[in-house]
T-cell receptor, first 113, second 112 residues
């Protein structure tokens, strides 16, 4: 079984500041890793994914994440945030070919002007 | 290409009733998964269908069921609704042989 821990339930930052949202996972088998974003009253939008290859993954809207197998982490970063990045962010893992995502509890990112 | 569509977007039911939610996947996607999102439990996997067969099931009571049609559209049904079933129900689809799921906007179910 897999589990995901998002270490911060809320992260407030100022506009144009850098941000890191932390995610740790636990699994006895190899997994794929994902970050999704959810804006108010909407579904989930895929930000980026790690399936294999380079451990630094670039996604949409200027976000990137680094897969660290030894620390079982997949932290999400953005060098400069914008007001429009205000949303809830979910880290998720999936056993290969299982089509079953296990999500963390989410991190609410609030951008202050 | 159109995204995942879910109908209806909002639904209000009373305890004891049953409800059916519908999901149309992205064209060409044959796997459909369902998730429940609540403030207390977060996002939880309900079940996954591929080629009209349930391949995977989460830890939910038998009141929650689903099916998939030959055109890959899927429905989920909840019978004997309870207050705790109030949630956002999300559907996601993926291409055969890939592991990336794309989500619809969800159906918000309120049980009174």
């Amino acid at each position: 079984a897999q589990s995901v821990t998002q270490l911060d339930s809320q992260v407030p930052v100022f506009e144009e500041a850098p941000v890191e949202l932390r995610c740790n996972y636990s699994s006895s088998v190899s997994v794929y890793l994902f970050w999704y974003v959810q804006y108010p009253n909407q579904g989930l939008q895929l930000l980026l994914k790690y399936l294999s290859g380079s451990t630094l993954v670039k996604g949409i809207n200027g976000f990137e994440a680094e897969f660290n197998k030894s620390q079982t982490s997949f932290h999400l970063r953005k060098p400069s945030v914008h007001i429009s990045d205000t949303a809830e962010y979910f880290c998720a893992v999936s056993e290969m070919r299982a089509q079953k995502l296990v999500f963390g509890q989410g991190t609410r990112l609030t951008i202050n002007p | 290409k159109a995204g995942v569509t879910q109908t209806p977007r909002y639904l209000i039911k009373t305890r004891g009733q049953q409800v059916t939610l519908s999901c149309s996947p992205i064209s060409g996607h044959r796997s459909v998964s369902w998730y429940q999102q609540t403030p207390g439990q977060g996002l939880q996997f309900l079940f996954e269908y591929f080629s009209e067969t349930q391949r995977n099931k989460g830890n939910f009571p038998g009141r929650f069921s689903g099916r998939q049609f030959s055109n890959s559209r899927s429905e989920m049904n909840v019978s004997t609704l309870e207050l705790g079933d109030s949630a956002l129900y999300l559907c996601a689809s993926s291409l055969p042989g890939t592991d990336t799921q794309y989500f619809g906007p969800g159906t918000r179910l309120t049980v009174l």
